[in-house]
């Protein structure tokens, strides 16, 4: 009877290994945000510094183990076998949860999925079992879900995006007024009374607050209650005298010191707060084997309500998870993107923005300037010149070497959003809340940003696109957690066959996830894209461009022959494949466009020509993928309005005029590619013959719609693909001729 149940409780362990692995590649580097954004410490020793945090943290998170066992239901109303299908309900919906929204590319909380997974399948298996039991009704739903913890838990999550953004900003402002963007010319007593400040919160928040989770709270919990006051006040005299003495003895930067000591705890808060997201649900699951296997009834008869009582965490496992924890975050592969996001969204400079404006926060950006110009006539003027006085950013002479790379913010920001961030999740660990750690990390940051003006008239709409789309993923993410993991519950009892081919499921999605992962990769080594800080001459200029014109040119040739093809056969679904790539390389030129302010900026002042050269390069790939995306675009729209076929004889003359199409990129991609002007006088040749073609083509069609043509679309589709075609040849062949104009001239000044 036991042996369903041990294989599992083996799923189970795999399961939460995986649930690690993939839960903190996406999570855990949100508390390295700050100190690698502000750049205060190297990147190895910030590694350093949160490892230790992760693995201090693991073995302080016992506590917040209860929330799996008891923070969503009653544990006294379920059976074990009904216990064991709920955790292997979340188990198996974590994981593909997880796996579809890093697939989909969509922002997510391991914290908020793990809440409502819970909720989601105690719900359904309390519903199967009123529904069994016909002297229950189902107002008798509240008896199984504890829906008092769960709305307790539901509200503090939703409450922590609401804190974190508003205490992130009301604490970056004060900081800001104090300290201006000069904290080096700040009184040395100052700086102290900041350092002595901080680091107190930290110790306070992190190691005292944090010790009512542990089992060994109760050896020093005569010493810290009741004398709350006396430890922040000693702690604070002890932290300025420390900091006082290592800013004006030892020329200590105390915000470096910070943001390390930030690191840590805020790592060690992740850890202790977020560890039962990963293996709470596995280790009530051993919790619950082991006490019925003791009580040798049988499953579906044996009441856990045993799970109701506090059951000490095994430290052995807490501290392997806490090893899987600090591996993963060495060797973790999606760490970079999941940085990037905070930075991009927070960082005081401008550049290209990861999220698109929409109407909303088009309509916010436009009400928080009215409120501005509202407050600016209230308040006076003498405080609002102060107040800009500590605004105003250092003009900083980047040196000549182009590599160089500013911080995306100051020390000050990094020190606020790290403090903040702490102290907020640590205080809701020891209330035993548990709350997203990356959307308190992601909201401080924010809201340190906006009130650092970070969000400025060219920003302001990208960023609070960026803070929506966040919001509403966790929506999303409660939503389809709470349904699937339902529904996974409900497929476990109607059969325990389920089970395997559930697991199976999984596996062949991680699998998916992992080549779709590689292929992306092998397409980003393929593109070559213009490296703006190292561009920095008309020469670097031209190469690079060849490159990128080479490939953007094999890309064209692939898709008009596609598009023909496609539209050959009416296929639907490969014109629509192929639009999207169309769509894909648009979205590319647009980047490129996009930074061209920042690009003709990075150039050495010899290298001027090569902004005139570099913005006619962007305008002819513009205009060719305009010319593209037009002919894939209605060809689509024809197919999928059902129009008639295309007749023979057009497709005939469509598949001729590709084929000489094809000839002429591909020597034109060689030509870049190689680096090889002497075939141009031939291409130019074989251009005014293609061109030839394509006006015979049209001279075809109107033969045709005045003998025996009938289909007004056919003709409209036809003749838009011979016109855009025209365009597309005339762009490339304009291309090549400014690239040789501007070689040859690279060339003259070599010699």
Not at 125 to 154: G, R, T
Not at 206 to 224: P, Q
Not at 539 to 567: C, F, M, P, Q, W
Request: net charge positive; charged share 20%.
């Amino acid at each position: 009877m036991g042996d369903p149940y041990i294989l599992m409780l083996v799923a189970l362990a795999v399961l939460a290994i995986v649930d690690l692995v993939v839960g903190v590649s996406n999570d855990a580097v949100n508390f390295l945000n700050s100190a690698i954004g502000s750049k205060a410490i190297p990147v190895k020793k910030i590694m350093i510094i949160a490892s230790l945090g992760v693995f201090f943290g693991a073995v302080t998170s016992s506590g917040m183990m209860e929330v799996a066992r008891k923070g969503i239901f009653n544990p006294e109303m379920f059976m074990f076998q009904d216990i064991m299908i709920i955790f292997m309900a979340v188990m198996i919906t974590d994981i593909l949860l997880l796996d579809i929204f890093n697939s989909l590319g969509m922002p997510t909380s391991t914290t908020v999925s793990i809440v409502f997974e819970l909720l989601g399948a105690a719900v359904c298996i309390s519903l199967i079992k009123i529904a069994a039991n016909d002297a229950h009704s189902i107002s008798d739903i509240w008896s199984y879900i504890n829906h008092e913890k769960a709305v307790e838990i539901i509200n503090g999550i939703l409450l922590s995006v609401v804190v974190a953004f508003s205490i992130g900003a009301l604490v970056q402002f004060a900081s800001r007024l104090i300290y201006s963007f000069n904290f080096e010319k700040r009184p040395i007593y100052v700086n102290a009374l900041f350092g002595g400040f901080a680091i107190t919160a930290i110790t306070y928040f992190i190691i005292i607050k944090g010790l009512k989770g542990t089992d060994f709270y109760g050896d020093v919990k005569h010493l810290i209650e009741g004398n709350t006051y006396i430890i922040l006040g000693v702690s604070f005299v002890a932290w300025s005298t420390i900091s006082q003495i290592l800013i004006q003895f030892l020329k200590v930067n105390v915000l470096k010191l910070i943001i390390g000591v930030g690191t840590f705890s805020l790592a060690m808060a992740f850890s202790g707060n977020d560890l039962v997201n990963f293996v709470g649900v596995p280790i009530a699951a051993w919790n619950s084997y082991e006490a019925w296997a003791a009580s040798g009834i049988a499953a579906d008869s044996y009441s856990m309500g045993i799970l109701a009582k506090k059951v000490p965490s095994n430290i052995w496992l807490l501290l392997i998870a806490g090893a899987v924890m600090v591996v993963t975050l060495w060797t973790s592969s999606k760490a970079q993107n999941v940085i990037k996001t905070g930075i991009d969204l927070s960082r005081q400079g401008d550049g290209h923005e990861r999220f698109q404006p929409n109407g909303l926060s088009r309509i916010v950006v436009r009400t928080a300037m009215a409120l501005n110009t509202v407050f600016s006539y209230v308040i006076p003027k003498p405080t609002l010149a102060y107040i800009d006085s500590k605004f105003q950013k250092p003009v900083i002479k980047l040196p000549k070497d182009k590599k160089y790379e500013l911080p995306a913010f100051d020390l000050i920001r990094a020190s606020v959003n790290l403090i903040v961030a702490g102290i907020l999740i640590s205080v809701a660990t020891s209330m035993k809340l548990p709350l997203s750690t990356t959307y308190v990390t992601f909201m401080v940051a924010m809201g340190t940003s906006l009130a650092d003006r970070a969000w400025g008239r060219e920003s302001a709409v990208y960023r609070v696109a960026g803070v929506m789309n966040v919001i509403g993923g966790w929506f999303l993410t409660a939503i389809v957690a709470f349904f699937a993991a339902a529904i996974v519950a409900y497929l476990i009892s109607w059969d325990m066959v389920m089970i395997p081919i559930l697991l199976a499921v999984v596996a062949l999605l991680m699998l998916r996830n992992t080549l779709t992962l590689r292929k992306e990769s092998k397409e980003v080594k393929k593109q070559q894209y213009l490296e703006r800080a190292e561009l920095i001459t008309i020469n670097g200029v031209i190469e690079e461009s060849a490159d990128h014109i080479a490939e953007v040119i094999s890309r064209v040739n692939k898709l008009y022959t596609n598009v023909v093809d496609d539209l050959a056969r009416h296929d639907l679904n490969k014109l629509r494949k192929t639009d999207k790539h169309v769509e894909k390389l648009n979205i590319e030129i647009d980047n490129l466009k996009d930074g061209v302010f920042y690009f003709i900026k990075s150039l050495d002042d010899t290298s001027v020509q090569a902004s005139r050269f570099y913005i006619m390069v962007l305008g002819y790939l513009q205009d060719v993928a305009q010319s593209i995306s037009y002919i894939s675009r209605a060809s689509f729209k024809h197919v999928n309005n059902n129009h008639k076929n295309l007749k023979k004889g057009q497709i005939k003359d469509l598949k001729q005029i590709d084929i000489q199409l094809a000839a002429l990129l591909t020597k034109e991609a060689a030509i870049f590619g190689q680096r090889n002007l002497g075939d141009i006088s031939s291409l130019l040749k074989e251009k005014n013959e293609l061109l030839l073609s394509v006006s015979a083509s049209i001279e075809n069609q109107v033969a045709r719609i005045r003998t025996d043509e009938t289909s007004p679309k056919n003709t409209t589709l036809y003749f838009s693909i011979l016109l855009e075609t025209k365009d597309l040849i005339t762009a490339l062949i304009q291309l090549l001729q400014t690239y040789e104009e501007f070689y040859l001239s690279s060339q003259q000044i070599k010699k």
